[in-house]
C-alpha cells in the first residue's frame, strides 16, 4: 500500500509535463527568452521560394512585374473565379466595384477595380496587396497559396477587360455577329 502511494506520487502526466507556453521569459538562455531564434538561412520544407518575382511579384530591382507567371488558362481563370469569389467578392463584389456586402454593412470601401490607376497597376501589385494587405485590408498570404494568387490577378485582369472591352477584341467571327446583330 505504501509503495503503490510513493509510485503514484511520483507520476507525470504527459498533461503536466516541463514545458515552455509560446514566448514566456526564462532563466535559462541569456537572451532571456524561452523561445530560439531560427537558425540563419534556416528554410521550411517546401518553401524554398527561389523565384522572387513569383513569391512576391516583384522583380530583383523591386519593381513590380507586368506580366502573369505563365499564360493563363481557362482552368487558371476558373480557379481565379473561385478563390476570388471566396476571398474577394465579401468586400469587393463579384464586379469588383467595392461595393460588397461587408462594404454595405459599413466596412471601409475598396476602390474599384475598374479606375484608371488599377486598370494600368501592374499585375504584380495585385499579388502585392494579397501577399501584403493594403491599408484596411487584412493580408491573405495565409489563406491563399501563390499560386491561386496569381490564379486571381489573372482573373483580376479579365474582369477589368470585361468592363473595357473594344469590338477590336472580340474574334472576328465574334464580331462579325455582334455587328450583324444575327447574334443571340
Ligand atoms: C474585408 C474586406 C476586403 C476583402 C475580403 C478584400 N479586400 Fe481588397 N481592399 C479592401 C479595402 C477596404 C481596400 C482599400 C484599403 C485602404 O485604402 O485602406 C482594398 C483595396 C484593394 C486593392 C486596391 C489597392 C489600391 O492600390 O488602392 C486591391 C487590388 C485589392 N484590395 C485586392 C483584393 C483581393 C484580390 C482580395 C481577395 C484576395 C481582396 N482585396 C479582399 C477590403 C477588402
Known amino acids: 500500500m505504501a509503495a503503490t502511494l510513493v509510485l503514484a506520487g511520483c507520476r507525470q502526466d504527459m498533461h503536466d509535463q516541463p514545458k515552455y507556453k509560446p514566448l514566456v521569459a ?3 538562455f541569456r537572451d532571456g527568452l524561452s523561445a530560439r531564434p531560427i537558425i540563419a538561412d534556416t528554410v521550411a520544407r517546401g518553401h524554398l521560394d527561389e523565384d522572387p518575382e513569383y513569391y512576391t ?4 530591382s523591386g519593381k513590380f512585374v507586368d506580366r502573369l507567371p505563365e499564360a493563363p488558362t481557362a482552368e487558371m481563370l476558373r480557379r481565379g473565379q473561385e478563390r476570388f469569389g471566396i476571398y474577394c467578392t465579401p468586400c469587393h463584389d463579384h ?11 459599413g466596412f471601409k470601401q ?3 477595380y475598374h479606375i484608371d490607376r488599377l486598370r494600368q497597376a501592374p499585375a504584380g501589385y495585385f499579388y502585392d496587396v494579397m501577399t501584403n494587405g493594403f491599408g484596411a485590408m487584412p493580408d491573405y498570404r495565409g489563406q491563399i497559396d501563390p499560386a491561386d494568387r496569381w490564379a486571381i490577378v489573372a482573373y483580376i485582369r479579365a474582369l477589368q477587360r470585361s468592363q473595357h472591352a473594344a469590338l477590336a477584341d472580340v474574334p472576328a467571327d465574334e ?9 443571340g
Do not use: D, N
Open 57 to 60: 511579384g516583384k522583380s530583383a
Open 26 to 28: 526564462s532563466g535559462f
Open 95 to 105: 464586379t469588383g466595384s467595392g461595393r460588397g456586402m461587408v462594404v454595405r454593412r
Open 110 to 112: 475598396p476602390p474599384s
Open 175 to 183: 464580331a462579325a455577329k455582334l455587328k450583324g446583330g444575327s447574334g
